[in-house]
């Protein structure tokens, strides 16, 4: 009788905290910029790396940075500049970035912010260089910071899952830089 009556309770409960992620995400919304080569301008480039400007969404401008065949995304705003160094806060492996950002907002309102999700292949495997390994990349933008705040690893509903992230949860912490023993 207890087995059942705490099944009972434990089917409600996943019940109404999965109605309330479906609630929040109606709240929310996505909009899309592309940071594909072809869509942004190129302001810095040499043998080692380069710098390309990208679509801003609304008061964020996007920088994608390459070198050493690793990419990362600066954002700006107000003139100041958040570097969310995926090289350090990701993988340091070789990387890039898919062709787009997916910027969470509040329905209706693109300018209140709740952050963005972007794709990052990195070369995690060391013995098969040319197997890589799929994150998703999401960073709260708010008021007082912009960072990252997970990596999402490769897994069935990957995009959902980063979205609920942004959806549910407004206090949560920036990843720390990747620690390497010398």
Not at 28 to 47: E, H, M, P, V, W
């Amino acid at each position: 009788m207890n087995k059942k009556i705490t099944f009972v309770i434990l089917f409600l409960l996943t019940c109404v905290t999965l109605h309330g992620n479906d609630r929040l995400s109606t709240l929310n919304s996505s909009s899309y910029t592309s940071i594909a080569q072809k869509d942004c301008i190129t302001l810095d480039s040499d043998n080692v790396g380069s710098i390309q400007e990208c679509e801003s969404f609304e008061g964020i401008g996007v920088k994608v940075i390459e070198g050493d065949i690793r990419q990362s995304i600066i954002l700006t705003r107000n003139e100041h500049e958040y570097d969310l160094d995926f090289w350090t806060t990701v993988s340091s492996a070789f990387s890039s970035l898919g062709l787009k950002i997916e910027w969470r907002h509040q329905l209706g309102k693109p300018q209140n912010l709740k952050g963005m999700i972007v794709r990052f292949e990195a070369s995690d495997n060391h013995e098969k260089a040319e197997k890589s390994t799929s994150y998703l990349v999401v960073s709260k933008i708010n008021h007082e910071e912009i960072c990252v705040v997970a990596k999402i690893l490769p897994q069935k509903n990957q995009n959902e899952i980063a979205r609920t992230i942004l959806d549910t949860n407004d206090e949560i912490p920036c990843l720390k830089k990747l620690q390497y023993k010398k």
